[in-house]
């Protein structure tokens, strides 16, 4: 029986890696960043034998052509953001090992948890995974199990869902025949609008982002499934669905409130989170 | 509406330089086989970000798509796109 030892939430922005890397980042990024390596820190402190990666696709490698809901990888390697991303964020590539056997075990064990996982055996991630990558675990050195999630193309799974299948994860974890140490590290955000008349550097709707991250810290699953409807999410801002990974995360964490959460409101980027779930708190498994 | 094929059309320019200099060379040849109503032929070929929105493009490739085949100032780009597409509010961009 693997055993669950960390569940890691925080924000993909492209930008955010390059507005650290400024000679003069404002307070709230500079904090962020700070969350961000104390993020990091944790996770390396719960020593994971493999990191499941849960994070969505920016209609980069998946397509309405063929629209996976839920999707875990299996091909032996990991390797991105796609080459336009670099170009326009600046960002780094990551490159990991996949874990196959634990890929295929979770394959097998999912339908009697109550989810029917496509798979892909060629696929590359993309910022969503790759930032938070090399925030967490700029190593590479621990191989990873990737689950694309569709945050992006309409109809998307109803929180409730996302929910559900963090849920599953957890006991799919617990019934995987290694005794693998598991880390779990998720990304999406809160408020966020591109490409609609919101657009602009911060938030689109801070006080979305303070009252989720409020329900989320207390693990108030019924309020956030409650606001999490596509309607109120597009209301905030247009690309906001990506929070419902967030919403999986407190599946997999059984519904109890995170060891430790929060968020900076930095006036040049939208809002970033940071959650984390750990072992040590007896939060776990 | 074929808002899939215009999605399609974006999408193909943003993972591809050679696509995007090819629709940026010659638009029209770019999709002459494409299956679009005039409206959205037109509106790709012009570059014209409003309509494509209008009818139902997707924000996140059309944000992208512009940027990369927008032939005028940039910069400009920017501060008129917000104001130019307000008008239409949120409209329904599922295909």
């Known amino acids: 029986m693997a055993e669950l030892v960390e569940i890691i ?23 962020a960043a700070h969350d961000y390596e104390l993020m990091r820190k944790r996770m390396a402190a719960s020593r994971p034998d493999v990191l499941i990666v849960i994070a969505s696709d920016h209609l980069n490698q998946f397509f309405m052509d063929n629209m996976p809901a839920f ?31 634990v890929a295929k075990s979770m394959l097998q064990a999912a339908p009697k948890m109550g989810v029917d996982f496509s798979f892909s055996d060629e696929f590359r991630i993309d910022h969503a995974f790759t930032v938070p990558l090399n925030f967490i675990r700029p190593e590479m050195d621990l191989p990873i199990v990737p689950i694309f999630t569709n945050v992006m193309a309409p109809p998307v799974p109803p929180a409730r869902r996302f929910f559900a299948v963090g849920k599953a994860i957890r006991k799919i974890i617990h019934a995987l025949p290694s005794n693998k140490r598991v880390g779990v590290l998720s990304s999406g955000h809160l408020a966020i609008e591109i490409g609609g008349p919101k657009e602009g550097r911060s938030s689109s709707d801070p006080e979305f982002d303070r009252r989720m991250m409020n329900w989320v810290g207390q ?27 967030f919403v999986l995360l407190m599946g997999l964490a059984d ?31 | 509406m074929s808002k899939y094929q215009v999605d399609k059309v974006m999408r193909e320019a943003i993972l591809d330089a050679k696509a995007a ?43 992208g798509f512009i940027r990369l085949v927008w032939k005028g100032d940039k910069a400009a780009l920017n501060a008129e796109y917000r104001k130019n597409i307000a008008p239409f509010g949120y409209p329904d961009f599922s295909t």
């Open chain 2, 21 to 63: 200099a090819a629709f940026k060379a010659d638009a029209e040849k770019f999709l002459q086989d494409r299956d679009l109503t005039e409206e959205e032929r037109k509106a790709l070929i012009d570059v014209d970000y409003a309509t494509l929105y209008k009818l139902g493009a997707h924000p996140f490739l059309l944000n």
């Open chain 1, 255 to 285: 519904g109890k409130a995170p060891s430790v959460s929060g968020v900076r409101f930095p006036k040049s980027k939208g809002s970033v989170p940071y959650m984390a779930w750990d072992n040590q708190a007896g939060v776990l498994p």
């Open chain 1, 219 to 245: 693990g108030d699953v019924e309020n956030v499934i409650k606001e999490a409807t596509w309607e109120n999410m597009m209301a905030s801002g247009n690309v906001t669905p990506g929070f419902l990974n």
């Open chain 1, 71 to 101: 999707l875990i990888g299996k091909a032996p390697r990991a390797e991105g953001p796609f080459p336009h991303e670099m170009r326009a964020f600046g960002i780094a590539p990551y490159r990991a090992q996949v874990e196959t056997d």
């Open chain 1, 9 to 31: 939430g925080i924000s993909h922005s492209p930008n955010f890696p390059g507005q650290i890397a400024e000679p003069n980042p404002e307070p709230a990024i500079v904090e």
